[in-house]
């Protein structure tokens, strides 16, 4: 894509994408290019924002689409992510989690599934299949697991790791009901006049209620200790009706611990495939959160067992 004096490269983030602030006079928006994996990156991330536009949710609505050329325009939401904000204002961390658990409960309360795309095509939101959730787990055992064991034991343990992940998932006892963005954490929150925007949707999945909850309080970008981690999960409860307790409490924990094993394995493939080094960093806090919410359970203990014969692991919590 050619740069013009009005674009302006900003941060980018894992995916194949590039943004550039485009600013013509006082006005300003963002061009997503993605030549790699454009449907998602494009189409369906569009797709997904207007349907959360629909529904009176913040997110970029789409101001000029060159699909053919590999970008879309979008509003700008500026700079200011929850993440930033937080940072600076250490204060006011529970009135802004209150105010993203809101957030969250509005999104779960999405009852539309489909959408016509800019291309006027029907797009349908897939469910979080448990074929998925086991082969999100396998990152872990084909890109970490692969630079930690020698060849023979790599062979084992992912026989293992397959057969343990697949009973942890079939222990999942909620229903694939709502709308699960994939990525809720503050790093894709975006504070907007006050108000808060969501910003990369495109992964969006029909799934279970407390996969998104997981992303937000066990996020291995933004570290808080285990009373906030509790007391954020406490007012999510108090936020809900009818909500089976002891089951959802379940399958935060299973989708915490999946979640963070397939982080790994993504961190990992960045640093071996892409070059992005950066997150490695990352990867003894996403350990330590794993330990987290497996060290009191009866349920992980194969998982644990695995995991302390072939790896060592650091908790930093």
Do not use: C
């Not at 991330?45 to 536009?53: E, G, P, T």
């Not at 993203?100 to 939101?125: A, M, T, V």
């Not at 009818?242 to 409490?249: D, G, Q, R, T």
């Amino acid at each position: 894509m050619k740069l013009t004096k009005n674009l302006k490269p900003i941060k980018g983030d894992a995916s194949f994408r590039s943004f550039f602030r485009n600013k013509k006079k006082k006005l300003s928006s963002i061009i997503v290019y993605a030549k790699k994996d454009k449907r998602l990156n494009l189409l369906i991330y569009d797709a997904i924002n207007k349907i959360l536009i629909k529904n009176n949710i913040l997110a970029p609505k789409l101001i000029n689409e060159n699909y053919s050329n590999n970008f879309i325009e979008i509003q700008d939401f500026g700079n200011e992510t929850i993440f930033h904000f937080l940072k600076r204002n250490n204060t006011s961390k529970l009135f802004i989690f209150r105010k993203i658990i809101n957030l969250l409960n509005e999104i779960q309360s999405i009852k539309d599934k489909e959408i016509i795309n800019f291309k006027n095509q029907n797009y349908k939101i897939p469910k979080y299949s448990s074929k998925i959730l086991l082969e999100e787990a396998k990152l872990f055992s084909n890109w970490y697991s692969k630079q930690k064991l020698t060849q023979a034991n790599q062979l084992k343990f992912r026989k293992d790791y397959a057969k343990v992940i697949k009973t942890l998932i079939k222990k999942i006892s909620l229903k694939n009901d709502v709308l699960v963005h994939r990525d809720f954490h503050v790093s894709n929150l975006m504070l907007v006049n006050s108000k808060i925007g969501v910003i990369d949707t495109q992964d969006a999945l029909i799934g279970n209620k407390a996969y998104d909850l997981a992303s937000l309080i066990d996020d291995v970008r933004f570290r808080h200790n285990s009373i906030l981690k509790e007391k954020l999960f406490n007012i999510y409860l108090k936020s809900q009706n009818k909500l089976n307790v002891k089951k959802f409490k379940n399958d935060f924990e299973i989708i915490s611990v999946l979640r963070n094993l397939k982080i790994i394995g993504i961190f990992t493939r960045l640093a071996i495939r892409d070059k992005k080094k950066k997150y490695l960093k990352l990867i003894p806090y996403t350990w330590s959160l794993i330990r987290l919410r497996s060290k009191n359970n009866k349920m992980f203990q194969e998982l644990n067992s695995l995991l302390d014969k072939n790896f060592i692991k650091k908790s930093v919590i």
